[in-house]
């Protein structure tokens, strides 16, 4: 999978306002993640966003499509200029996802 490093910092730099915002890379792509919760992908320098209700009344247009091959459909982001957009999408979609387990301690 191909993608630039200009564009993954683009991303995060557009989501900013939506809380504190991290990448991890996972094999040649990117999750997206606010404040703990993974909430889209950053494939082939495109963005997706995972289909929740709430996140469906804020977007400018619904396009449903796998960011790669096998996987389940993300709301394609079309529109990655607009700061405002994106941390309003974003503020609407992660409470709807659950959130990250705890780890256990190995310890115990």
Known sequence: MAY????????????SGAGEI????????Y???????????????????????????????VILRPPYDGAKDYFYISDVDDREYLTALIKATVPALPKPKAKKNPMK
Do not use: H, W
């Open 4 to 15: 630039s490093p200009d564009f993954v910092q683009y991303i995060i730099d557009r989501c």
């Open 22 to 29: 991290a990448v991890k890379k996972m094999m040649g792509d």
């Open 31 to 61: 999750c997206i993640y606010s404040d703990g919760v993974l909430f889209g992908l950053i494939c082939d320098n495109n963005f997706y966003v995972k289909v929740t209700e709430p996140g469906k009344v804020v977007l400018k247009e």
